[in-house]
């Protein structure tokens, strides 16, 4: 009993130590809560409904695909129209996207994955171009900003412009459905 008693008071000891080693900190959050409102809607050459865009990437031959190197091959446009209510004291806004929560990273993080499944392509995945022909980078949290222009009563617009491609992403070739999706978010700074 003696052993048990002492071995236990040891592990405390020892283990209470431990603990007394440990580094605490704090995490801050900070941030803004505005009264705007704004709305996205597809704009030309661009599909869907009000903060539901739909890209129509149409039907391509793995023979015409782009890759990361050269993504622009078959890019297709995406125009976003922005109207915000109540904007003030901001200039610029940012669309950020969450393509874990849609069809998910692909094998090379900065692009999307297509959704898998019966009858899914493979060895393709999407890419987000910016107007200076870079890959967005997915999996680093990039995205795409624009200018908001304030107009009367504080309404503001912008347009926001990126193109999508189809490029392989090293894996073996299969035809098929090449469907893909991922939330986006809007801040202003």
């Given at each position: 009993m003696k052993k048990i008693l002492?071995?236990?008071?040891?592990?405390?000891?020892?283990?209470?130590?431990?603990?007394?080693?440990?580094?605490?900190?704090?995490?801050?959050?900070?941030?803004?809560?505005?009264?705007?409102?704004?709305?996205?809607r597809p704009g030309a050459g661009t599909g869907g409904s009000l903060d539901n865009i739909l890209v129509p990437m149409g039907e391509v031959s793995?023979?015409?695909?782009?890759?990361?190197?050269e993504p622009v091959g078959g890019a297709v446009a995406i125009n976003l129209e922005l109207t915000c209510d109540g904007i003030?004291?901001?200039t610029d806004v940012r669309m950020s996207f969450d393509p874990r929560s849609g069809s998910g990273l692909d094998t090379d993080p900065r692009l999307l994955s297509v959704?898998?499944?019966?009858?899914?392509?493979?060895?393709?995945?999407?890419?987000?171009?910016d107007d200076s022909n870079n890959i967005v980078?997915?999996?680093a949290g990039e995205g795409?900003?624009?200018?908001?222009?304030?107009?009367?009563?504080?309404?503001?617009?912008?347009?926001?412009?990126?193109?999508?491609a189809y490029v392989l992403n090293g894996t073996a070739p299969v035809p098929g459905d090449a469907n893909a999706h991922m939330p986006f978010t809007l801040s202003y700074f």
């Open positions: 002492l071995l236990t008071t040891l592990a405390v000891a020892l283990g209470s130590h431990g603990l007394a080693q440990a580094n605490t900190g704090t995490i801050n959050f900070t941030g803004n809560i505005t009264t705007s409102t704004c709305e996205v793995f023979h015409d695909l782009g890759s990361v190197t003030d004291d901001v959704t898998t499944g019966a009858g899914a392509a493979a060895g393709v995945a999407v890419a987000i171009v980078n997915l999996g795409i900003e624009a200018k908001l222009i304030i107009g009367a009563g504080g309404t503001a617009t912008a347009d926001l412009s990126m193109r999508a």
